[in-house]
């Protein structure tokens, strides 16, 4: 979400899910509180495979060639460990933590506006990385992060990440930007004809942009607003709802959108930008001088799973660096494991995906699970994801 996103691009033609919106839980995940994770246990040992596994993913992130049969990189995990997998989409990250609280599945790939929630609610075990073969290739900037790990115990590996762009259409806007300013101003040229992201964290865009035009506000990280830093999101969000010609979550309609030039600028992710390009459209996309959102998902344990040595098999080979090349390709993103690079079919995958370029992802926000102690540090309270809910359900609104 993920998405990011979202939501996993190379899957959205033929995936019905990706238009869901939030399950409707009442329970959203947020701990509510300041509280450590529960006291739940790493696995110490591998032992023999269960025989079966059952996977909760994003669409593109785990193929068994049924959909698209070129696709397919669960059927030699299966021949290899002996696991019978079972894999369940999602299209939210809202859906994956309904879904993964009905204990149901033994792993999951949770995407940063999730995974505390999952580990807050006691729904995923700490990783023993001492299990992980993989864990070395992992691009070390991905490790040990407020979205894969609390107080340094990791609670699973990284696998792929990708940025939040501005894309134009390069015949409608001019000049060309460089800033997201064109979005959130209330009397842009572009009104009717702007595209934003249909989520709650979208909420962090807007704190972003904050962050860069009004420093009083004192926005450090745009996933801890206290309440008056929410307050000043939210009614720029409202500012720009009327602008709004398109609030996205399924890829492939927001692509048609920008292909036949109903979108003029906005929100989108490289793989989209390539897609359209593919079909003509004049799109550039571009990380803004404001920097952006992004995400980086984690392969994630079930509490308690009844298959936890298939799931730790599965999470080593899903995160090596064949399956890694597999699935960046397909799903339209960098991959986690520093070796798939020289695996990918198109060997420009990873300069397009900026795989390999640390300082890039220096001005990428990560999505992290908004909690009441505030990521940046501050001795105040922040507002739980609950409090960005609401907000964004009253912006959705009008």
């Not at 792929?160 to 930007?177: E, H, Q």
């Not at 695996?343 to 300082?359: E, F, M, Q, S």
Request: aromatic share 12%; with cysteine.
């Amino acid at each position: 979400m993920q998405r990011k996103r979202l939501l996993a691009v190379g899957a959205l033609v033929a995936s019905a899910s990706l238009v869901l919106a939030a399950c409707g839980s009442d329970n959203n995940g947020d701990s509510g509180s300041s509280a450590t994770p529960p006291d739940n246990q790493a696995l110490q040992e591998l032992g023999a495979n269960e025989g079966q596994l059952r996977v909760l993913a994003w669409p593109g992130y785990a193929e068994d060639g049924q959909a698209y049969k070129n696709q397919d990189w669960v059927t030699p995990f299966e021949q290899e460990s002996g696991c019978d997998v079972t894999v369940t989409t999602f299209g939210t990250s809202d859906e994956s933590f309904t879904k993964m609280d009905s204990k149901q599945y033994d792993v999951v790939s949770a995407s940063g506006d999730a995974s505390m929630r999952l580990v807050y609610a006691g729904l995923v075990d700490p990783i023993n990385l001492d299990l992980i073969d993989t864990y070395g290739d992992i691009f070390d900037d991905l490790k040990d992060k407020p979205w894969n790990s609390v107080d340094g115990v990791p609670y699973g590996v990284p696998h792929g990440r990708g940025a939040n762009l501005l894309m134009y259409n390069t015949d409608k806007v001019k000049p060309a930007p460089t800033s997201w300013a064109p979005t959130w101003d209330a009397n842009s040229p572009y009104a009717g004809h702007i595209t934003a992201y249909d989520n709650p964290i979208f909420i962090a865009d807007a704190a972003l942009y904050l962050k860069s035009t009004q420093p009083d506000l004192g926005i450090e990280n745009p996933y801890a607003l206290d309440e008056a830093q929410l307050t000043a999101a939210k009614e720029l969000l409202m500012q720009q709802a009327p602008n709004v010609g398109e609030y996205w979550s399924d890829a492939f309609a927001s692509i048609d959108s920008w292909v036949k030039e109903r979108n003029y600028i906005g929100t989108t992710w490289q793989y989209n930008a390539n897609y359209a390009q593919g079909q003509g459209a004049p799109v550039k996309a571009l990380l803004p001088s404001e920097g952006s959102t992004g995400w980086s998902d984690t392969w994630m344990v079930a509490h308690d799973s009844p298959n936890v040595n298939c799931a730790y098999a599965w999470v080593n080979y899903i995160t090596s660096p064949g399956p890694q090349a597999q699935v960046a390709e397909w799903f339209g993103e960098a991959p986690a494991n520093s070796k798939a690079c020289d695996l990918t079919k198109d060997p420009n995958h990873c300069d397009v995906y900026h795989a390999n370029d640390a300082a890039y992802w220096e001005d990428v926000y990560y999505w992290e699970t908004p909690t009441p102690d505030c990521a940046d540090g501050r001795p105040v309270t922040c507002t739980s994801y609950a409090e960005w809910k609401t907000a964004w359900d009253e912006v959705r609104a009008g």
